[in-house]
């Protein structure tokens, strides 16, 4: 079983910068396909990025590709969002997932959540 406990979030000026931060609990970490989902007020939550356990495999939605980064620390059971050049619609509540692989995550076939992270991007 997994825990995962988000952080980075904040408050940030359109075309900045924020990395968020997910810790897990749990010793089989790497076996773990991770990623991260967010949800604006009144939309659905949807698929931002997903990696694999080894961090060779990425995914991305068309909306954040080539801006945010997905990377992880397996010695350190965390996974990371760099998210560069931010627009107002970026902002959300950022959750961390993780399921059986990066194209289950991405398929919204999951195990766990976090709580999430709220990111604000101000115009």
């Known amino acids: 079983q997994l825990q995962l406990v988000e952080s980075g979030g904040g408050l940030v000026q359109a075309g900045g910068s924020l990395r968020l931060s997910c810790v897990a609990s749990?010793?089989?970490?790497?076996?773990?396909?991770m990623g991260w989902f967010r949800q604006a007020p009144g939309k659905e939550r949807e698929f931002v990025a997903a990696?694999?356990?080894?961090?060779?495999?990425?995914y991305y939605a068309d909306s954040v590709k080539g801006r945010f980064t997905i990377s992880r620390d397996n010695a350190k059971t965390t996974v990371f969002l760099q998210m560069d050049s931010l627009k107002s619609e970026d902002t959300a509540v950022y959750y961390c997932?993780?399921?059986?692989?990066?194209?289950?995550?991405?398929?919204?076939?999951?195990?766990?959540w976090g709580q999430g992270t709220q990111v604000t991007v101000s115009s």
């Open positions: 749990g010793r089989t970490f790497n076996s773990y396909g």
């Open positions: 990696i694999s356990g080894t961090g060779v495999v990425r």
């Open positions: 997932a993780a399921g059986q692989s990066a194209q289950k995550v991405m398929a919204r076939d999951l195990f766990y």
